[in-house]
């Protein structure tokens, strides 16, 4: 599976942003997907996923202001980021998980146990 992320840019505090990430090699139907992000002298931390059969999580930061999506068709996944602020800034990555078990995709769900990574687009919320 190879990940290509992109959508990020500079927004102003309260504005909105969406990621797309297009996935090739595997139909996207087929594997749970997942946004995380690093911010500036912080560690990577979980966004949000969707499992191949449609269930989201979001980490508490992005619930209410996050929406999490994919497009089978277009084998594209989004991340529909609104009321963005400062705190958002970051380097934002796509993952993946090929695995369809059950424990394997709660996990993911969780933020754990992703095998594949894309390369990170930089989000920068402006104060």
């Known amino acids: 599976v190879q990940l290509q992320a992109s959508g990020g840019g500079l927004v102003q505090a309260g504005g909105s942003l969406r990621l797309s990430c297009a996935a090739s090699?595997?139909?996207?139907?087929?594997?749970?997907m997942g946004w995380f992000r690093r911010a500036p002298g912080k560690e990577r931390e979980f966004v949000s996923a969707?499992?191949?059969?449609?269930?989201?999580s979001f980490a508490d930061p992005a619930k209410g202001r996050f929406t999490i999506s994919r497009d089978n068709a277009k084998n594209t996944m989004y991340l529909q980021m609104n009321s963005l602020k400062p705190e958002d800034t970051a380097l934002y990555y796509c993952t993946a998980i090929t695995s369809t078990g059950s424990l394997a995709t709660a996990q993911a769900l969780k933020g754990r146990g992703y095998d594949h990574w894309g390369q990170g687009t930089l989000v920068t919320v402006s104060s």
């Open positions: 090699g595997v139909p996207i139907s087929s594997l749970t």
């Open positions: 969707v499992s191949w059969s449609g269930r989201t």
